[in-house]
């Protein structure tokens, strides 16, 4: 990939009818025309049967937006790609990118050892999903209809998640929620910060 939904939205020349440098729409459709490039390309080798493709995004455009955490430009695509190994589906259930390796190695049908904080989503009960989001030094804990915002100097503010999936509405403590979302970033930075997440 040559481009992404940041400035100075540059790409190759003559591959798409929207020049290069004239914004995001461009590198929108230049990434739709070299994904398919690529797969059409592996799909002529021999190991194409034997691959799974997976394609993901950080955030969506403008995630540093008006709110501090703007939930609605995290809702980014997942895709698993394998023809010949994988059926299509849709998933819609809350996750992570910390769950992908879980996930996709559940799919798999690997068996391992690993120091990983995420899910399988494909065996996590109805009801434990939880999500991740951040932006320079603002963390984010979301689960089920709550969002935890922790921020610089201790500050912590939650919101309840309204129904078109954007808005935050202002809620009182909700104590255990709070915790929950300091212990899943401070044991992690523990764990970093001491060695424990080697091998």
Not at 25 to 39: E, H, Q
Not at 76 to 98: C, G, H, K
Not at 157 to 183: M, P
């Amino acid at each position: 990939m040559t481009t992404s939904n940041h400035r100075p939205f540059t790409y190759p020349d003559g591959r798409i009818d929207i020049p290069s440098h004239t914004g995001r729409d461009g590198a929108v459709k230049y990434t739709d025309y070299a994904i398919g490039r690529f797969i059409k390309e592996c799909s002529k080798k021999p190991w194409f049967n034997n691959t799974v493709f997976v394609i993901v995004a950080d955030h969506c455009a403008s995630s540093a937006g008006k709110t501090e955490l703007p939930i609605n430009k995290y809702h980014i695509p997942l895709i698993v790609y394998s023809p010949a190994n994988v059926q299509p589906t849709s998933v819609d259930r809350l996750m992570s990118q910390i769950d992908l390796g879980p996930t996709l190695l559940g799919m798999l049908n690997f068996s391992y050892t690993s120091k990983f904080y995420g899910y399988d989503i494909f065996k996590l009960e109805p009801g434990r999903e939880r999500v991740f989001i951040s932006t320079y030094q603002t963390l984010g804990f979301m689960k089920n209809d709550s969002l935890v915002v922790l921020s610089p100097q201790k500050k912590l503010e939650t919101f309840k998640v309204l129904e078109d999936h954007e808005s935050l509405q202002k809620t009182g403590e909700r104590k255990l929620l709070e915790e929950e979302a300091i212990s899943w970033y401070q044991a992690s930075s523990y764990a970093f910060k001491n060695g424990l997440m080697k091998k």
